[in-house]
């Protein structure tokens, strides 16, 4: 009978898709692969260790698990992820249940290290976070009908309050062949939507021989997929998005206009003492741009709040900068001072008020949000369906308007069965709590 191994993915989708590249090895090797820890001989938690709350998070089930071992029902305990390559002696010295962890650059290893594991070592491995890149497969944890597309890894923005330099090392592209290859595989098991992911997906290719931004031929290539019915962006860095980009974009019809661009802030000086490229007057070009060349387009950031030289005067500069551009999606977190980072030495407002700024963001967002759902009441949109729930009596799903985890849903009915991953037309009558309510009109796939 063969071990059975659990896993746990904590963070983004980039380490999602490692995970499930250790999952196809795993299998792969004759493990087991099971869907509870619970049980298990050995579970995997591939953490995420960009922020204190993402630390803290993988810290917890970290210690979930090492109940499940105390009480016996989970045998040996393997942490892999940002976690571990971050804290690479704290994590075994502070914490004894944990059995081995793996870096970053170790994820190929992990069979090697789990049959270890399993035999009563205890394995410390860090390989080159800056080696080329792997090609492997793997077991999707998504539902069937969407999938993350991880087209580059590491990243050479060097943000002076961001860590993923030293975690996931330089930008490596991976070949344009090999991620048209998995993604027509993706297409023939059944996915409909691509989420394009890396930590910049705008300057891919910039890194491999000719060094050209390969972003849009890429992306004109997946169009033509038989099978891929949307293409969605994440991360998009300003300054690496071009003007070609920006009409493959605007003209491929299967390319969602939601478009994931991460501004952290507008002020010019807290910009350039964070080493991001372009300023304000800058960012709002780019963003009038857009608006004129893609019509319908929903434009989503992330925006630190606290960040070192931010004063109430700094604050306000961003706050109406939100209500004069109203972006539709807007995630703000509060600044965290990582170690080894330039920002933590520097000064910058307390905790407390980091936090009550980004709550205020969060309120302006929240107006702002609303108005663009009372917009789309009466109109009838493009819905892919997620499923049925028995509680609300309902389906529910997303238009191109919204990536999964991060944004609402759509509630509908329907006079008929609605399959999960079908796309149908829903005419918007009506909003609740921040998310659109309607009824599903015609068949479309």
């Known amino acids: 009978m063969s071990e059975r191994i659990g896993m ?155 860590v993923i330099p030293s975690l996931r090392g330089r930008y490596r592209s991976r070949e344009l062949d090999d991620v048209l290859y998995e993604a027509r595989t993706l297409a023939r098991d059944g996915v409909k939507e691509l989420i394009v992911v890396a930590q910049d997906i705008s300057r891919y290719g910039t890194d491999l021989e000719g060094h050209e931004h390969l972003l849009p031929k890429l992306m004109r290539e997946l169009c033509r997929i038989d099978g891929i019915h949307w293409v969605r962006l994440h991360y998009l860095y300003p300054d690496e998005l071009t003007d070609e980009m920006i009409n493959v974009i605007a003209s491929e019809p299967k390319i969602v206009k939601y478009l994931d661009i991460p501004i952290q802030h507008v002020n010019d000086t807290i910009l350039k003492r964070m080493n991001r490229r372009g300023d304000k ?82 309120e302006i967002q929240s107006r702002i949000m609303d108005a663009y759902n009372e917009g789309k009441l009466g109109q009838t949109m493009e819905v892919l369906c997620e499923g049925w729930d028995e509680e609300e009596e309902a389906y529910f799903g997303r238009t191109y308007a919204d990536s999964p985890d991060i944004d609402g849903k759509v509630w509908f009915s329907a006079d008929r069965t609605v399959r999960p991953g079908e796309f149908v037309n829903v005419r918007i009558t009506d909003v609740y709590d921040g998310e659109l309510i309607g009824e599903a009109e015609e068949e479309m796939s």
């Not at 019509?295 to 900068?321: A, H, M």
């Not at 109203?326 to 030495?345: D, N």
């Open 8 to 162: 746990v993915s904590l963070g983004c989708a980039k380490n999602q898709v490692n995970a499930e590249q250790m999952l196809f090895l795993l299998q792969q090797a004759g493990f087991e692969i099971a869907g509870d820890s619970d049980g298990c001989d050995l579970a995997i938690v591939n953490t995420c260790g960009f922020i204190d709350s993402a630390k803290s998070e993988a810290i917890d089930h970290i210690l979930a698990l090492a109940q499940l071992k105390a009480e016996g029902r989970l045998g040996k305990i393997l942490v892999t992820g940002c976690l571990a390559q971050r804290y690479q002696e704290e994590i075994l010295k502070e914490m004894p249940e944990v059995d081995g962890i793996l870096g970053t650059g170790s994820y190929y290893d992990v069979v090697a290290a789990v049959k270890k594991v399993l035999s009563g070592q205890t394995v410390s491995e860090f390989d080159d976070i800056d080696a080329p890149l792997d090609e492997t497969a793997r077991i999707l944890t998504t539902p069937e009908h969407y999938a993350y597309l991880k087209i580059a890894e590491g990243c050479d923005n060097h943000c002076a309050y961001c």
């Open 281 to 362: 007057q800058f960012l709002e070009a780019m963003f009038r741009k857009l608006r004129e060349q893609i019509p319908g387009v929903v434009l989503r950031t992330s925006l630190i709040t606290g960040l070192p030289g931010e004063g109430e005067e700094e604050f306000d500069e961003l706050c109406q900068f939100l209500r004069e551009y109203q972006l539709e999606r807007v995630g703000a977190f509060a600044f965290s001072p990582e170690e080894g980072t330039l920002a933590a030495q520097m000064e910058y407002p307390p905790t407390e008020v980091a936090q009550q700024r980004a709550e205020i963001v969060a």
